[in-house]
C-alpha cells in the first residue's frame, strides 16, 4: 500500500488549502480512508475520515463546518478541503488507510500511514 500525501503549504488565516492523498496497491473502493495531523508538542489528532463508499464522514469537532473529506474511487483519491484556517490548523497532515477491507473505524494501530504534508497557518 501506498498513500502519497500533497496539496499542503502555507495559508493565511481564513484561508484556504485542498490536501489530497492518492492510494495505490490495492482496491481502492474497499477501504476507510481518513486525515490526521500532529502539530508541534501535541498528540496525534484524528481530523477526518470517510467511509469506503462515500456515503459516512466523520469530523474532530475542532474542523466541523470548516474541513470537509471526500474521495474519488475512480481516481483512487481522498481529499481534505480546509476552509477558515486558523493557526491551530497547522501541523503535519497524514493521510491513512484501512488495514481490513469494509471495516470503518480509525483506530490508528490498524491503518496504512502515509507521509505526512506540511500546513502551517500564519495569523
Known amino acids: 500500500v501506498q498513500l502519497q500525501a500533497s496539496g499542503g503549504g502555507l495559508a493565511q488565516a481564513g484561508g484556504s488549502l485542498r490536501l489530497s492523498c492518492a492510494a495505490s496497491g490495492r482496491t481502492f473502493s474497499k477501504y476507510t480512508m481518513g486525515w490526521f495531523r500532529r502539530a508541534p508538542g501535541k498528540e496525534q489528532e484524528f481530523v477526518a475520515g470517510?467511509?469506503?463508499?462515500?456515503?459516512?464522514?466523520y469530523n474532530t469537532n475542532s474542523v466541523k463546518g470548516r474541513f470537509t473529506i471526500s474521495r474519488d474511487n475512480a481516481k483512487n483519491t481522498v481529499y481534505l478541503q480546509m476552509g477558515s484556517l486558523k493557526p491551530e490548523d497547522t501541523a503535519v497532515y497524514y493521510c491513512t488507510q484501512s488495514q481490513a477491507d469494509y471495516d470503518d473505524n480509525y483506530d490508528p494501530r490498524t491503518l496504512y500511514w502515509g507521509e505526512g504534508t506540511q500546513v502551517t497557518v500564519s495569523s
Open positions: 470517510i467511509s469506503w463508499s462515500g456515503a459516512t464522514t
